[in-house]
């Protein structure tokens, strides 16, 4: 059953309010009639209403200054307002109605089928607004345990992972046939890409829910991306990454967020950028108030794809190693520090990522609460 609405009415005059709510009342509706400004916000502080009906000459607060009031706080200010009013129609007294905030005017005495007719738009509006309210919270629980059920379903099949990836160790390194051993390694390659999409599928849940927390803590950036330079040069033969610094490259961060990001990035470039040309990681610490990290490889991205380079489950942004989610969750792991990613491709053929990473973060960093 829906909820009543409730329909203000401030008139100093008792029958005035008596001959509105016998015109107005029915199912579904309350009318609330008080007879000064000062009671009006008083009620306006306790209750949601659709529309005020609003008595121009009152005694101590007349209907403008009311009006006027009632446009200056968050909680009234998008209550529409219709004046009424005994006086002949004055232009004068009508535009400083209508600068005060009102929507209409009533003169009086009021047709009874006008007002019905005014105040039902009125009301109509505000129960269009309160189902749309209504729907979009249900639309916003619905993906919220929609990436509840992504997060508890890639937290559960990592544990069957771990077994095959543990069992395919035991094979490689008991049998001795060359055909065993490459299977077990290729059971193994098989193993690290789901769960490096099933570790994708859990930040992208984290960062949707607003259930991802960060765990800062001084550092220097250089040592993280000298780490993953390491990393990554042990996993290919002919390794072209060229990490250069300069300045103080001492920050305030998350260590493994950090990590991920420019892992993410560095990859990228040596997976899409030219084979023969290298991948330049610059860490830059002249900034007082920040460290710069810029990756840059030969090769550029495809106009199209710009614009939508860093929204999660683009067409075609999938690959053999995750599920295009990379350089989403590395913005929002970046915005989280209190920089941005950024990127710039096309410009003497070659593609730029950079962010910036305040020394000190922000405050409210250490909780990461993004909006849906």
């Known amino acids: 059953m829906d909820a009543v609405i409730n329909i203000l009415v401030v008139d100093d005059v008792p029958q005035n309010l008596a001959a509105v709510e016998a015109v107005l009342k029915q199912p579904g509706l309350q009318i609330v009639g008080v ?24 005694p101590l607060m007349n209907g403008f200054e009311l009006a006027e009031l009632m446009r200056g706080a968050e909680r009234t200010r998008d209550i529409p307002i219709i004046f009424m009013t005994a006086e002949a129609n004055d232009p004068n007294r009508t535009f400083r109605g209508y600068e005060a905030g009102a929507v209409d005017f009533l003169h009086k005495p009021f047709d009874p089928q006008i007002l019905k007719s005014k105040v039902g738009v009125f009301v109509e509006l505000y129960s269009q607004r309160r189902r749309l309210s209504a729907q979009l919270d249900e639309i916003r629980e619905a993906l919220r345990l929609n990436e509840l059920f992504a997060a508890v379903l890639g937290h559960d099949l990592r544990n069957p992972l771990n077994a095959i990836s543990g069992w395919a160790e035991v ?6 046939e060359p055909n065993a051993i490459a299977m077990a390694e290729r059971i193994q390659s098989s193993v690290k890409r789901m769960a490096n999409m099933i570790e ?31 990393e990554l040069e042990s996993r290919h033969k002919n390794s072209r990454i060229a990490l250069t610094s300069i300045g103080n490259t ?11 990001v420019v892992s993410n990035l560095v990859g990228n470039a040596l997976q899409h950028g030219d084979a023969d040309a290298p991948i330049e990681v610059v860490v830059t610490g002249t900034a007082p108030a920040s460290v710069t990290v810029r990756i840059g490889n030969r090769g550029t991205i495809p106009a199209d794809r710009m614009k939508s380079l ?49 020394r000190v973060p922000p405050a409210g960093t250490r909780e990461m609460k993004l909006e849906l």
């Open 200 to 230: 994708q599928l859990l930040d992208m849940a984290r960062i949707r829910s607003g259930g991802m927390s960060l765990e800062v803590q001084p550092g220097d950036v250089l040592a993280v991306c000298t780490a993953i330079r390491e």
């Open 35 to 58: 007879r000064s400004g000062n009671e009006a916000l008083e009620r306006l502080l306790l209750e949601d209403f659709a529309i005020a009906l609003v008595d121009v000459r009152m």
């Open 310 to 358: 860093f929204e999660p489950f683009q067409p075609g942004r999938t690959s053999q190693t995750g599920l295009g989610l990379g350089l989403y969750i590395a913005s929002q792991f970046v915005q989280a520090h209190g920089g941005r990613l950024t990127v710039v491709s096309g410009e003497t053929g070659q593609t730029v990522f950079e962010f910036a990473l305040p």
């Open 171 to 176: 094979i490689r390194r008991s049998k001795t």
């Open 250 to 260: 001492m920050a305030t961060f998350d260590a493994d967020r950090l990590s991920q």
